[in-house]
T-cell receptor, first 112, second 120 residues
Framework: LAKTTQPISMDSYEGQEVNITCSHNNIATNDYITWYQQFPSQGPRFIIQGYKTKVTNEVASLFIPADRKSSTLSLPRVSLSDTAVYYCLVGPIYNQGGKLIFGQGTELSVKP | GAGVSQSPSNKVTEKGKDVELRCDPISGHTALYWYRQRLGQGLEFLIYFQGNSAPDKSGLPSDRFSAERTGESVSTLTIQRTQQEDSAVYLC??????????????????FGAGSRLTVL
């Protein structure tokens, strides 16, 4: 299973773009990269998933370089409500899937 | 159901008692996961079920912990002789698996709200 490494915490201000990078040096060919967001007293919720290059949805973008050994979650123009813990998860999606191990996550604090 | 349902939402018990936590996954989700999250910590994998295959129990911290799931339905996590260190939020998640007909949403976990366990 690919191990992930993220910064423990980050600070930002409202309206700024926030980029959170996750390292996963031993990512396997079948592994996808998925990001989750967790607010206090709630379970994590899915943000975005990708395999390579760039993926964008209504809330975030995910940038994955050609070697796939890292990925960057980009949150455009953050607001106070984006204060949360963000987890990067690497694992297979084909066939049997398998247990998914979360890293420690990045605690993002957005200030006014 | 529309989401993953967990019960009870809160449980306070005395040290040494047994507790049972329930997870009702999204209908049609073949994979089910249990995680433990202590206060201020990350998610600790406990156990993974996939359809009728043998579960991956590699994350269970001791033999006081066990979990069952019948087919692709409800799962129960049981903690026997609870200890204070068992105090945590227990999160359940379910997901679809990839298939040749649809690769969207595969291995995307939908979490329940969790069961907060406090052992006195």
């Amino acid at each position: 299973l690919a191990k992930t490494t993220q910064p423990i915490s980050m600070d930002s201000y409202e309206g700024q773009e926030v980029n959170i990078t996750c390292s996963h040096n031993n990512i396997a060919t079948n592994d996808y990269i998925t990001w989750y967001q967790q607010f206090p007293s709630q379970g994590p919720r899915f943000i975005i998933q990708g395999y390579k290059t760039k993926v964008t949805n209504e809330v975030a973008s995910l940038f994955i370089p050609a070697d796939r050994k890292s990925s960057t979650l980009s949150l455009p123009r953050v607001s106070l409500s984006d204060t949360a813990v963000y987890y990067c998860l690497v694992g297979p999606i084909y066939n049997q899937g398998g247990k998914l191990i979360f890293g420690q996550g990045t605690e993002l604090s957005v200030k006014p | 159901g529309a989401g993953v349902s967990q019960s009870p939402s809160n449980k306070v018990t005395e040290k040494g008692k047994d507790v049972e936590l329930r997870c009702d996954p999204i209908s049609g989700h073949t994979a089910l996961y249990w995680y433990r999250q202590r206060l201020g910590q990350g998610l600790e994998f406990l156990i993974y079920f996939q359809g009728n295959s043998a579960p991956d129990k590699s994350g269970l911290p001791s033999d006081r912990f066990s979990a069952e799931r019948t087919g692709e339905s409800v799962s129960t996590l049981t903690i026997q002789r609870t200890q204070q260190e068992d105090s945590a939020v227990y999160l359940c998640a379910s997901s679809l698996l990839w298939s040749v007909t649809s690769n969207s949403g595969a291995n995307v976990l939908t979490f329940g709200a969790g069961s907060r366990l406090t052992v006195l």
